[in-house]
């Protein structure tokens, strides 16, 4: 099996600019797709950011040009560099990986973290 944690999640101030990391580990051969979701009170879990095992980078139109998304293959982890943070950036962050678990086995699964809480007061 495997785990992915968030770390990095908390109370910032409007403006601020936190660093959230995700952690993969278990059975692991080898990840492709990574990247970050989320979930406000009351409303659908929403992506938020992409990356592939090529450093390829999709972001959604409320993030682009303030978040950043970037991986350490050798690691296992995932980042997103949250710049000007606003109250509506308010939400749980839920870290996911495409991870391909065998040698012999061409298929992969996906895989989520527990969510991390990132607050952001006015």
């Known amino acids: 099996q495997v785990q992915l944690v968030e770390s990095g999640g908390g109370l910032v101030q409007a403006g601020g600019s936190p660093r959230l990391s995700c952690a993969a580990s278990?059975?692991?051969?080898?990840?492709?797709?990574m990247g970050w979701y989320r979930q406000a009170p009351g409303k659908q879990r929403e992506l938020v950011a992409t990356?592939?095992?090529?450093?390829?980078?999709n972001y959604a139109d409320s993030v682009k040009g303030r978040f950043t998304i970037s991986r350490d293959i050798a690691k296992k982890m995932v980042y997103l560099q949250m710049n000007s943070l606003k109250p509506e950036d308010t939400a749980v962050y839920y870290c996911?990986?495409?991870?391909?678990?065998?040698?012999?086995?061409?298929?992969?699964?996906?895989?989520w973290g527990q969510g991390t809480q990132v607050t952001v007061s006015s």
């Open positions: 278990g059975i692991i051969f080898s990840i492709n797709d």
């Open positions: 996911t990986a495409d991870v391909k678990t065998s040698a012999s086995y061409r298929g992969t699964s996906d895989f």
């Open positions: 990356i592939t095992d090529s450093g390829v980078t």
